[in-house]
């Protein structure tokens, strides 16, 4: 089973029961499994929202927190560069930038399996290492 890297991007005060929908949806209308995945992350200025980290405590993962500097190199394969995004963040997109990170930092290697998803205030991608 291919290991998932979910990229998980919201407004502040975004409730847990969107961000769960958003997962289970994701996983589900692309087959995937839930226990496939191995790690949720987001932009380092997020990190203290409640609803991600109740989310990675409900899935039993650390929430990792990237910097904009550490997201930069992903850029080249975003599906999607939101100028506002990169305005208030200084990335180009939290959620497939977050992904590919993490999948590069656990495998040494990433693409996304899932470009950017939104459902009202969160968006969500996943990539894998290999």
């Not at 692309?30 to 992350?41: D, H, T």
């Not at 560069?81 to 590919?100: D, K, N, P, Q």
Request: hydrophobic residues 45%.
């Amino acid at each position: 089973m291919t290991a998932l890297y979910v990229g998980l991007g919201c407004r502040r005060g975004c409730p847990l029961e969107v961000l769960d929908a958003l997962l289970r949806q994701a996983l589900q209308a692309n087959g995937l499994q839930p226990s496939a995945v191995r790690g949720i992350a987001t932009l380092a200025a997020k990190a203290d929202e409640p609803a991600l980290l109740q989310l990675a405590e409900r899935h039993g993962l650390a929430l990792q927190p990237f910097d904009a500097l550490q997201l930069q190199p992903f850029e080249a394969q975003l599906s999607h560069r939101s100028s506002i995004t990169y305005s208030h963040t200084g990335c180009w997109g939290v959620a497939e930038s977050a992904a590919l990170a993490l999948a590069w930092q656990v495998e040494g290697q990433a693409s996304l399996v899932l470009t950017r998803q939104v459902l009202g205030p969160a968006t969500l991608a996943l990539a894998r290492g290999r």
